[in-house]
């Protein structure tokens, strides 16, 4: 069975103890370069200026909100992330290093404007950027996704699952078998764990449920809906891209077109 491979999950981002790992890296190539600046200007013997310097160089911090935004749209538009989507992950690169510079002459001559006399302007900045570090920013914008993506995999592909649930039920605590887990929904501010026999509430929200059990089995097939997948009887189209689920205990669940990219592999 192909595994899913889900957004909460994966938009986890490698970290240094509490510090994501690539804002440690940005930070570094950040003082790298304002340090360059400044051995430049004592070698060649020009003036060495800190806030701009700084300002200039400001085009490394962005990387760190951009970095987070392209993951989120990967994982949107191709949640699998396969190094066969190259020219995919490559379009999108481009796109957002082109966004990245414009962005960053953009903030860079708002500030020039406040803060020095006379301002520079816009398409000396934006020039600069696109000629220097566009390359940069391609590299940067369409390996770090698909690089975090194989590790992602290679990790979650030696996680192991547990075979009992615990549910906590008022001041109750119980616990059982995954297996027997057919289908959790929400009910409002609970969510229902059916069984083949019984349901039972739990204080967990649906997105702890798919952090907590294995992806390749509990599908999350709508906002309000987890199944298991060895528990479907019947599939049946509603012809609108959506699909009904006949689940073992004889419950119906739509499976979302909006969530089409977990369970499709029932399809084939």
């Not at 940069?136 to 698909?146: C, G």
Request: with cysteine; aromatic share 14%.
């Amino acid at each position: 069975m192909e595994q899913p491979i889900y957004i909460s999950e994966k938009f986890k981002i490698p970290k240094i103890g509490k510090i994501p790992m690539y804002l440690i890296f940005v930070i570094f190539v950040f003082l790298l370069a304002v340090l360059q600046d400044y051995i430049y200007s004592s070698v060649q013997k020009t003036g060495f200026y800190l806030s701009e310097s700084l300002l200039y160089n400001s085009f490394w911090i962005l990387f760190i909100p951009f970095t987070i935004l392209i993951n989120r749209l990967i994982n949107i538009i191709d949640p699998k992330n396969e190094w066969n989507n190259l020219p995919l992950n490559l379009g999108v690169g481009i796109a957002f290093s082109l966004i990245h510079i414009l962005f960053f002459a953009a903030v860079f001559v708002l500030i020039s404007n406040l803060a020095f006399s006379p301002p520079h302007r816009f398409s000396t900045i934006f020039n600069t950027a696109l000629s220097n570090q566009f390359y940069i920013a391609v590299l940067w914008y369409t390996i770090f996704p698909a690089l975090y993506s194989l590790k992602y995999r290679s990790t979650n592909s030696t996680k192991r699952y547990p075979e009992k649930t615990k549910l906590k039920i008022g001041t109750k605590i119980i616990t059982i078998p995954t297996a027997s887990i057919q289908l959790i929904m929400t009910d409002k501010p609970y969510a229902m764990v059916c069984t083949d026999g019984q349901n039972f509430l739990d204080n967990k929200t649906l997105k702890e449920f798919e952090i907590e059990l294995d992806p390749t089995l509990f599908l999350r097939v709508h906002r309000s809906a987890i199944i298991n997948a060895t528990c479907i009887k019947e599939l049946k189209s509603r012809s609108n891209g959506d699909y009904d689920a006949k689940l073992e205990n004889g419950k119906i669940i739509r499976l979302s077109r909006h969530y089409r990219n977990n369970w499709q592999h029932l399809l084939q």
